[in-house]
């Protein structure tokens, strides 16, 4: 009997201690990560209406000195959707930092290539003499992003809802997704030339080219297969430890 509780009474102390020093411990680790997400929900906040604020400045001063206020309305028209959208949903459905970065700097080539028209875009004809191009490039930069934050976009989706099993099937998933949107739009440029006639070669920005819709769809191919091969396993460490995962 003796022997017994002397046997006990070191896997009492023992139970004791565990408790006194494991449990506190995990009180303060999880006190401190609700702390730290809450803190990182905030700084996602605040940069979030902080880009929205530059976009709205950036879209009232192309809007005020473009030449062609029809053309840039047609073009600002996804900036115009999408930022409201992302504002809205943002506490509900908070995106990771990378994709809503990317989509700051594809509004901005929108709202940029609107004010100009994509086809006489200054920048894009000091890149065209420098590498001595037949064309104004700027119009391939904004199909490139075209395929880029789609693809992320839907990759996010895809994989925070577990949709999809698989890398490999994700990243061929993505990039269908990205060619059917890139698709859509060259359909709906054809029903602006089909509606606007000659007025819409400045929304068309084709420059002459007869193969421009095939080359802008490889570019927004070339958008999607960089969100899977460059920026998948960045994307997916934030979709794991940010603050999307404790949606």
Known sequence: ???????????FFMLRWQTLYFSPRRSIVSVFTQQLTHMTQTALSSGLKVGALLLLLILIYTGLYTSDRI???MEVTPVIIIVPLL?????????TPLLYTLIFWHAIIL???????????PIG????????LSRNPYDKLGHFFQGLVPALAAREILVRGGYINGRKMTAFVVCCIAL?????????EWWAALAMGQGADDFLGTQGDQWDTQSDMFCALLGALTTVLLFGRWHQHQITHSVVHNI
Do not use: C, H
């Open 71 to 73: 053309t840039w309305l």
């Open 111 to 121: 709202m940029v290539g609107g004010m100009y028209t994509y086809a006489k875009v």
């Open 180 to 188: 059917a949107i890139s698709a859509t739009y060259e359909l709906i």
């Open 87 to 95: 504002l809205a949903t943002q506490r509900r459905y908070p995106l």
């Open 125 to 132: 004809f000091d890149v065209q003499e420098m590498f001595n």
């Open 1 to 11: 009997m003796n022997d017994q509780r002397g046997r006990e009474w070191p896997r």
